[in-house]
């Protein structure tokens, strides 16, 4: 069965560092999700595409946060400089299609700032 | 979006139906119900969805109310495995098409 891959599994990281996390959708599935998800509470949106576009950073602190997804496919979420509010789980998703189907999540990125 | 109302925790004998309500009284007439389940440090699983009628897939069944203003799911024969936060999910759409907002879950304990 197909899944969404995401690295690394766990970060650790300092305050003022700079963080990636990585997503690999499954594969054909145009539109992919990030959600953050702090301890105890539900995931939250975080940005969408729908192939390379974003559609959707709403909810996305730009002022540290960004996230690409170049060729439509794998995507990048960065965080500079952490903070230690940002310690979450960070939620890769993805469907087939934006409007109607299923989202698939991976098994997520532990972020831990110190 | 439509906002879901779930009890925070339940227990469940092991081999007994784990019957999870939740309810959605402002749901919307072209909004699925969507369950999620998150074992403990992993990325939500997907269980089950449905619009008006009563689905069963090889997890769970789902059952909504005729006037779809709340949902059941059934786990019907529980096991240790099925401990987690379940997630009832009355999907939105944003300017993208598709979002999910999850509220708090109910933890289910299913015990020996």
């Known amino acids: 069965e197909a899944e969404v891959a995401q690295s690394p599994r766990y970060k650790i990281t300092e305050k003022s560092q700079a963080v990636a996390f990585w997503c690999d959708p499954i594969?054909?599935?145009?539109?992919l999700y990030w959600y953050r998800q702090i301890l105890g509470q539900g995931p939250e949106l975080l940005v969408q595409?729908?192939?390379?576009?974003?559609?959707?950073d709403s909810q996305l602190p730009k002022d540290r946060f960004s996230a690409e997804r170049l060729k439509g496919v794998d995507s990048t979420l960065k965080i500079q400089p952490a903070e230690l509010g940002d310690s979450a789980m960070y939620l890769c998703?993805?469907?087939?299609?934006?409007?109607?189907?299923?989202?698939?999540f991976g098994p997520g990125t532990r972020l831990t700032v110190l | 979006d439509a906002k879901t109302t779930q009890p925070p925790s339940m227990d469940c004998a092991e081999g007994r139906a784990a019957n999870l309500p939740c309810n959605h009284s402002?749901?919307?007439?072209?909004?699925?119900v969507y369950w999620y389940r998150q074992i403990h440090s992993q990325g939500p699983q997907y269980i089950i969805h449905?619009?008006?009628n009563n689905e069963t897939n090889e997890m769970a069944s789902l059952i909504i109310t005729e006037d779809r203003k709340s949902s059941t799911l059934i786990l019907p024969h529980a096991t240790l495995r099925d401990t987690a936060v379940y997630y009832c999910?009355?999907?939105?759409?944003?300017?993208?098409?598709?979002?999910?907002?999850f509220g708090g879950g109910t933890r289910l304990m299913v015990k020996p």
């Open positions: 998703a993805s469907s087939s299609q934006a409007g109607t189907d299923t989202q698939y």
């Open positions: 594969s054909g599935h145009a539109t």
């Open positions: 595409f729908q192939d390379e576009s974003v559609v959707d």
């Open positions: 402002t749901i919307s007439g072209n909004e699925y």
């Open positions: 999910i009355v999907r939105g759409y944003n300017n993208a098409g598709n979002m999910l907002t």
């Open positions: 449905g619009l008006k």
